[in-house]
């Protein structure tokens, strides 16, 4: 997606619906990407800090 550059704070040439629309799809994109990475890195954290807590179950022979 190319966006076309605009100057949100020049109040004289708004930016049009679709530069608009554009710039809130590709945030909305960016937020997913960090929501996916802080998950997949708090699941680590998680697994990891479980594991420490519960050491694996031994069998007696």
Excluded: W, Y
Excluded at 12 to 17: I, K, T
Excluded at 34 to 49: D, N
Aim: glycine fraction near 2%; include cysteine; charged fraction near 30%.
């Amino acid at each position: 997606m190319q966006l076309q550059p605009f100057d949100l704070n020049d109040i004289s040439h708004e930016p049009s619906d679709e530069q608009l629309d554009d710039l809130m799809e590709a945030v909305a994109a960016e937020a997913r990407r960090h929501g996916q990475a802080a998950r997949a890195q708090l699941m680590v954290r998680l697994r990891a800090e479980i594991t420490a807590i519960k050491p694996p179950c031994r069998r007696e022979a």
